[in-house]
């Protein structure tokens, strides 16, 4: 089982930039596909940005495409999210987890992004 743990949230106003990062225990996720997800206030979580194993394709919601990178480093068991552009819709709290549905290990405690306009 792996143990993931976010960090690097925070309040930022509108336009600025937040790089969160989600490292791994347990088990190694060199292996594994990884995405970023967020959950808003009164929301579904929603898929954010997806890595492959390698790092060699990403790919995004819509609503990121061109302000966020995911990027990861697999000697770390580490996956990143950098955000910039931030918006106020992009508030949530983000999580890390393997992208792939049967891959998923338990979701870890996110961490927090406000954005304030």
């Known amino acids: 089982q792996v143990q993931l743990v976010e960090s690097g949230g925070g309040l930022v106003q509108a336009g600025g930039s937040l790089r969160l990062s989600c490292a791994a225990s347990g088990r190694t996720i060199s292996g594994y596909d990884m995405a970023w997800f967020r959950q808003a206030p009164g929301k579904e979580r929603e898929f954010v940005a997806g890595?492959?194993?390698?790092?060699?394709?990403?790919d995004y919601a819509d609503s990121v495409k061109g302000r966020f990178t995911i990027s990861r480093d697999n000697a770390k068991e580490q996956v990143y999210l950098q955000m910039n552009s931030l918006k106020p819709e992009d508030t949530a709290v983000y999580y890390c987890n393997a992208k792939r549905l049967g891959s998923r290990w338990g979701w870890g405690q996110g961490t927090r992004v406000t954005v304030s306009s």
């Open positions: 890595i492959l194993y390698s790092g060699f394709s990403t």
